[in-house]
């Protein structure tokens, strides 16, 4: 069986859709495919090509024994829509220039990362240009996605191209993959042949370092940890200026990068008393020595995206490690059905600061969630599983 991904992200770079590509790429060729990446110049989340790319239209390297092309597009990671639109369409475009390696591989399938919506149209052409099938992987479901994060209007022209853009490629692909029962139900409602849940998941063999029996310290603050994007959409920049973790009993330490770290620095450099520690980026691969460190994660969401589920649930799940989740949506409706941590909703600080005192006041809770994270990850959100019931599954679209 012959695939190849075609995703705007991928490695080196640091995100969520990045490892989860990654890992599904991985586990798809362990199981005897025969898979490659096309993609482009690694940028995320800085919106500058890395270094050893510069200057490059296209490159072809090996990532852990998987080929991996790429092709230039115009890096930014500026918030206005013109810029993130030519990012898109730029990538898009560059990417046919990938058809005689496609025409020489004969690929049984060509599966496409969307977002970029536009990045479907490409990937459709080239599939029928080289005689592969089309399967679509939806991680954010567009336009609606543009419609909520108010980038564009409902009803709007652009609104009314992409949803028929949308449309057209539900139809045309063998298969849609969803990361989210939202998005498996959404597509299946608009126009999809035929649908697969593929969640994120999370492979619990990586976080295999950190003891099944580990104790909260007693009597010493509890501590909790955020790593992931500092962007606008996860507010921690707001849950510093609005909590006060030390007169709470607890700790809050934040690794990472993004929009909104130079003011989180100033912020802490100017209010060093509540127990708020920011400790710079980290890489995929300490993600476990992180998280095995504290005693929950805080994993918060501005703005409900439908169909968002953060990855950072299932890393806290294989870790042993209770979630204060705040937000609505699929992901404070995992937690709450598997009893995996405490929910409040999005900027609701006093609400949060309720849960984070429940967190100090109750061991025997965080006992009873620690054990619930650890049975989710390995027999219900278990990524190599659900890696090996999806390679099982597309083998039939052949």
Known sequence: ?????????????????????????????????????????????????????????????????????????????????LPRLWNMVSFSVTTLFSFNYLRKRKNDLIIVESPPLTLGLTGWLLSKLTGAKLVMNISDLWPLSAVELGAIREGSLPYKVLAAIEGFLYRKSVLCLGQSQEIVDYIKDHGANDVYLFRNGVDPKRFSNISSDKKRAEGAPVKIVYAGLLGFAQGILGICQNIDFKELGAEFHIYGAGGEQKDIENYLAKNSNKNIFYHGKVAREEIPNVLGAADCTLIPLVKNIFGAVPSKIYESMAAGLPIVFSGEGEGARIIKENNLGWVSSALDYDALKKNIKMIVDSPADWDIKKQNCMDCAKNKFNRPNQVKALYDYIKTKI
């Open 1 to 81: 069986m012959k695939i190849t991904l075609i995703t705007q992200y991928y490695k080196p770079e640091m995100g969520a859709p990045q490892n989860r590509l990654y890992e599904m790429c991985s586990g798809l060729k362990k199981l005897g495919a025969d898979i490659s990446v096309i993609t482009g110049m690694p940028n995320y989340p800085t919106g500058r090509i890395f270094d050893k790319y510069k200057g490059h239209f296209t490159s072809t390297e090996t990532i852990d024994d998987l080929e991996v092309k790429r092709f230039w597009l115009y890096a930014s990671n500026k918030k206005s829509v």
